[in-house]
């Protein structure tokens, strides 16, 4: 059902001039023009900028002192900017830098709609959880916006942003599985003035906290982030008041532009080129049993990015993101894939590029879609798209090492629980174990078993006790999953598994679930790398848990737990009864290249660390073991050479009648580990096997199309991490894999829809 006035709502980039212009005259605004900006000298310009640096770090220290909430104390669940007087991000910090993505959009909207009434003047702060106007991705994402005003005029902003345990709502934690709309979630707030002169506002905090089952944390959040952002505005103006207003400004305007020209001469440093990816949601809610996609055709030229995701599915059920999400998917993986040598300036780096999408799609929905979900699903699936089209860019870079990495993690293992403990007091709490997951596998080292998220580069596992002092649950076991990272000439890296039960509550708590990748992964792997293992979530009814513990054992697996087994849907609400065991496993990171291009010992090594099983040595792998569990050079090469040829017999070639392409002698430019593009004696390009210099296509055409292929069931992409996706949607999912008619070495492997076109996944411009 449409809702009035949605257009007022949804903050959109504008022109800096036209902004300015559209500014009330009321405010003051303080700049700087451009011979200020070329006359700082190099040193004061290093020194300045390192210290708005370390204005974000101490504003993280003063949150996580002041908070009480795990989501910030354990997990860095925030986050921080410094903007210059239009809210453009000089600084971001380093801790979940989605939620900063759209912080300029909310302090674009409030110095549109706030200017003039209620007005904003020195000692303000705005309370926004809107996620049409920008700042978080979700409503339980809120941020705090503070101008900074030096003598009369706005001389910058500071924000501070955390995610919040419950903000009212049909569910416990905000997120209902069965939402339609937002009117199920939590009430989306515009930037409301909640500091006044310094004063906090007694009825704005009272209307604001009044929606929350757990006001007393929810509080001590606010406070939080009104605590760093006046320390962010006493050490910037403490700055000013030692080199003088104009100084300061001058090197916040060139860290933008610094950031945004080292980025572009990386840009302009790689081949032009399109890449092409689709990722899934599965589950719009409660009861569904569809998979929704999202579209991305990466574009570079020159010096400039676009991405564009015409084709995505409309917005669906719970599944969705507003553009802030979408935004936040981007820079989820830009910043640490194409911008980890660059100085954070997030105002500048968003020059390079540029966003195309159809309003009313699952990563751009309008209001009033449900988007609780939306950091952990849509955004985040939006963030793989765009690291799978920026690992394939990297890719024809190999020689200069550039960090190319397959997907990480690929979602969140969201697991919400709900109830009251032994004190009769309510709590909303959760398993952010998830936390610990498997990083994509680079071209010339493994993924890092159970790393962390990239979306989060501060980001952490909280320690097992203290989520056990804070909730009341009980842990049987936190550990690595062998076999879950994706297979490949470079393994992806582990994901992992925690067990917990109910330890001091009264009754039956209620656990709301949340992650796509339980039917199909969402860690595609690089240049035939596999991907990574899906998620598997069990509750463990009439479980045998306490019966073992009273007896002295502590159970370490599934089976011994014993008891009923339900099968968690990617969207579930179930409830955990006294005798319940709740059992998490999450996603892992994606491979690199083909598994038979691995070095037998590096997989012995695996499995003598039990991070391979012997079965996926053998099957994966096709390396034989001795009885030393060293690996058997003689027989690795028979089973390798077996392991082709099997390929070859159980492969399939579309009927075609193009021409044969040839390739002829000349250099061959890389594209990724298996392909190079070798010229064809007639002006244009082929691309080749780079193992056996076999021509698969002309460059520009669907070179994958015609190539022989084997499908078959999703467990072949690894003997323990893939349940059955009948269990979760309709949809058939099948596992793919394309080969050199050459040399049958494996170019792409994949888990998809079997619907899912083959798509020209590179191309040139």
Sequence with gaps: MPAAFPDRFASRPIPIEELRRAISPKLRLHTVDQAAIDAIDPLTYEVV?????????????????????????????????????????????LFNTGLVAAMDLAIYWTLLHRGENPGIAEGDMFLCNDPWVGGGLHQNDVAVLAPIF??????????????????GGSAPGSFSPSATD?????????PIKIVRGGEIQDDVVDAYLRRSRVPEMVGLDLRAKIGANRLAVERLLTLVGRYGPDLVKAVMKRMMDDAERRLRAKLAALPDGAWHAIGHQEQAGLGDRGIYKIELRMTKIGDHLTFDFTGTDPQQGMINCPYAGMRAGVMFALLPVLAGDIPWAAGGLMRCFDLVSEEGTINNASFPAAVAKAPVGPAWATANLVAECLG?????????????????????DGCLLAGVDAEGRPFIGGLADTMASGYGAQTDADGVDTAGLFVIPMGRAPDVEMTELTQPLLYLWRREEADTGGAGRRRGGLSGSVCVIGHGTRGSMTAMFTGSGKAASMSPGLAGGYPGGTQLDLVVHDSGARRALAAGRIPGSVEELGGEHYLVQAHDEVPVHPDSAVVLRWGAGGGYGDPLLREPAEVARDVADGKVSPEAARTLYAVVLDEMGAADPAATDAARRRARVRRRESATAPVTTAEPVLAVAGERRPLDDNLRLAPDGEGGSVVVCAHCDHPLGRWGENYLAPLPRRTGSPGEAGPTAWADPADYVDVPIEFRQFYCPGCYTALLTQVVPAAQPILLDRAPV
């Design 182 to 190: 937002i009117f199920s979630e939590a009430v989306p707030t515009p």
């Design 392 to 412: 394939k860019m990297l890719d024809t870079m190999v020689e200069s090492r550039p960090r190319v990495q397959s997907v990480c993690a690929g979602t969140y």
């Design 150 to 167: 030096h003598d009369g005029r706005l001389f910058g902003w500071s924000t501070a942003i955390c995610h919040v345990a419950d903000l």
């Design 49 to 93: 900028r390192h210290r708005i640096w370390s204005i974000t770090d101490e504003m993280g220290d003063t949150l996580k002192r002041m908070s009480g909430s795990t989501s910030v104390t354990e997990v860095n669940d925030f986050d921080f900017t410094i903007g210059d007087e239009l809210g453009q991000e000089v600084q971001v910090g």
